[in-house]
């Protein structure tokens, strides 16, 4: 029964890992989405300020820093100062290791120790182990179920799905490893 508790365990770590590891994809994701809505944020108060310094030159025939075009020069600073954060925090993200919970994530496994015992030991090859976890079902996936793919890749940066062989994102023309 050991290896049933082994084998317990390591199912309860691979669960507890795979957990951390898409609470730090969800993370990045998050930031990534963030950066880039502060990106447009800026490019829009970039326009506005354009469109300010020009209708001021049209009006006055000459250039000079009023008080609109000032404040505008300073929200532009201020998000570009968030934008910077932004980006430091996400590269803290991608560098920080996976820090690990106090407690595992439960699974509970059922396994009949009447199936287990069911096994002849003559059928087992030599170092390898069997184990039934439970009756084997005889229904097939449906085809709508065999099309879903069992994992999805999505761009860091922008949180779109990508392809597994992809190293940039064909939504926001980022590269990624």
């Known amino acids: 029964m050991s290896f049933l508790q082994d084998l317990k365990q390591k199912l309860e770590k691979g669960v507890e890992t795979a957990g951390q590891k898409s609470q730090k994809m ?11 809505g502060k990106k447009e944020d800026i490019e829009r108060q970039v326009q506005k300020l354009g469109w300010e310094v020009y209708t001021h030159w049209e009006k006055t025939g000459e250039l000079r820093l009023n008080e609109s075009i000032h ?16 980006q430091k925090e996400l590269e803290e993200v991608k560098k ?19 199936e287990v015992e069911a096994v002849r030991p ?4 030599p170092h390898e182990e069997t184990i039934l976890l439970g009756p084997v079902s005889p229904i097939q996936p449906s085809a709508d179920e065999r099309k879903i793919p069992a994992v999805v890749f999505l761009c860091p940066f922008c949180a779109h799905q990508v392809s597994d062989e992809a190293t940039f994102c064909n939504h926001c023309n980022e590269r990624f490893y």
Not at 26 to 36: F, H, N, T
Not at 71 to 86: A, K, W
Not at 104 to 109: D, F, G, P, Q, S
């Open 96 to 114: 920080a290791d996976i820090v690990p919970r106090r407690q595992a994530e439960k699974v509970n496994l059922v396994i009949a120790e009447t």
């Open 71 to 86: 404040l505008s020069l300073q929200g532009i600073r201020s998000q570009q100062e968030q934008l910077f954060e932004l």
């Open 26 to 36: 969800i993370e990045i994701s998050r930031l990534a989405l963030r950066i880039k």
């Open 122 to 125: 003559e059928a087992v090859r």
